[in-house]
Nanobody, 124 residues
C-alpha cells in the first residue's frame, strides 16, 4: 500500500505564498507520477498540477499557470507545490495523489493513491 504524507497547508492572505509537500515513503518503481488536486466546498475535485518521477513530464492547470509550480526531489521521494500570488478562489482542500499510468491524465480517476488532504485558506 502506498502512503502519501501531505503537509504545508494553512491560512494566508491574498497575494501570499505557500508550499505544499507530499512525501511518498517507500515509493516503488510502479508509481509513474504524482498529481495535486483541490476541492472547494460544493465543487468537484479539480486538477492542479502533475509531474512524473522520471524525465521532465509535467503539467499545470490553466487556472494556476504562472502562479503555481510543481517540482520533485527524487532523493527524498517528495513532490512540492509552490503556490504564489494566492487568490481567494484558491481556497480549497488540496490533495496529493499517485498514479501508475504514464498517461498522466488530469482527472482524479487516473490516480490510485490519495493523501488525506490539507486545507489552504486564502483571506482577503
Amino acid at each position: 500500500q502506498v502512503q502519501l504524507e501531505e503537509s504545508g497547508g494553512g491560512l494566508v492572505q491574498a497575494g501570499g505564498s505557500l508550499r505544499l509537500s507530499c512525501a511518498v515513503p517507500g515509493r516503488t518503481y510502479s508509481i509513474y507520477g504524482m498529481g495535486w488536486f483541490r476541492q472547494a466546498p460544493g465543487k468537484e475535485r479539480e486538477f492542479v498540477a502533475s509531474i512524473a518521477w522520471r524525465g521532465d513530464q509535467n503539467s499545470v492547470a490553466d487556472s494556476v499557470k504562472g502562479r503555481f509550480t510543481i517540482s520533485r526531489d527524487n532523493a527524498k521521494d517528495t513532490v512540492y507545490l509552490q503556490m504564489n500570488s494566492l487568490k481567494r478562489e484558491d481556497t480549497a482542500v488540496y490533495y496529493c495523489a499517485a498514479t501508475r499510468s504514464a498517461l498522466m491524465m488530469p482527472v482524479p480517476t487516473m490516480y490510485t493513491y490519495w493523501g488525506q488532504g490539507t486545507q489552504v485558506t486564502v483571506s482577503s
